[in-house]
């Protein structure tokens, strides 16, 4: 499942800015980041397909990369990557998937200062970690209304507790793909790829670069129908630039 790391630079490099707190920042300010009610991205979609669950898991991924206090690379991310594209994302083809963290029995009364601070700081961690885990899957509920309902509590419309964002976005792409339709969607986008037009202008390389590396993000989603290497998206690249003259 190992990838060797791409030498075009992550999207998170690229067109984000990190930042990266040394200190602890509250749940409601992790709320207030995660606040994406009318962003273009969370338009409710009835009647998807495979590609707009990717396009919205790409954009979440962005958005998971810089949200609360974690400060390793790729942030959050890990809540909705694959080991693949987290992999792919943090540029090591050895890295392993970060878990939630495990909350230790509290310390006893006579505990040392040291001991009740490490407590609490992972306490801190959990509670950052589940609040970020169901404002996700809350933003799920509501870009895809009609893709999670067979999995809601049919009095309450919640989600089961232990679900995972990742297990959610998955559960959708179950009901909306197979072999036929996958490799449908593969060369649909690999045309996509090849056909992006680069725009002259001072922000040009930019924006072709974000555009291309989002349409390979769904490409690596589709790997069961192919896959799309480095070589082959600096020549998609420079091809664009001929063609712009």
Request: proline share 7%; with cysteine.
């Amino acid at each position: 499942d190992s990838q060797p790391r791409s030498p075009i630079p992550s999207p998170i490099n690229l067109f984000q800015h990190q930042v990266i707190e040394s200190t602890m920042t509250s749940t409601k300010e992790t709320q207030t980041y995660l606040n994406l009610e009318g962003h273009k991205e969370q338009t409710p979609n009835k009647n998807p397909t495979a590609l707009d669950v990717y396009s919205h898991m790409r954009f979440m991924g962005k958005e998971l990369a810089t949200v609360g206090t974690r400060a390793e690379l790729g942030g959050y991310a890990f809540i909705i990557d694959t080991l693949s594209e987290w992999r792919h994302r943090t540029g090591d083809p050895n890295a392993t998937l970060p878990t939630k963290p495990i909350l230790p029995p509290q310390p006893a009364t006579r505990a040392s200062t040291g001991d009740w601070k490490r407590w609490e700081y992972i306490e801190k961690q959990l509670n950052e970690y589940n609040t970020i885990n169901q404002q996700v899957l809350k933003l799920l509920q509501k870009k895809f209304p009609t893709m999670l309902i067979d999995m809601e509590d049919p009095d309450f419309a919640q989600l089961p507790g232990d679900l995972t964002p990742r297990q959610a976005y998955q559960h959708m792409l179950d009901s909306l793909l197979d072999e036929r339709t996958e490799r449908s969607l593969f060369i649909k986008v690999q045309k996509q790829m090849a056909n992006l037009d680069y725009t002259s202008n001072s922000v040009g390389p930019k924006e072709y670069m974000r555009d291309l590396l989002d349409l390979h993000f769904k490409a690596r989603q589709l790997s069961n129908a192919g896959t799309i290497d480095t070589t082959t998206l600096y020549t998609y690249a420079i091809e664009a630039f001929r063609r712009c003259g």
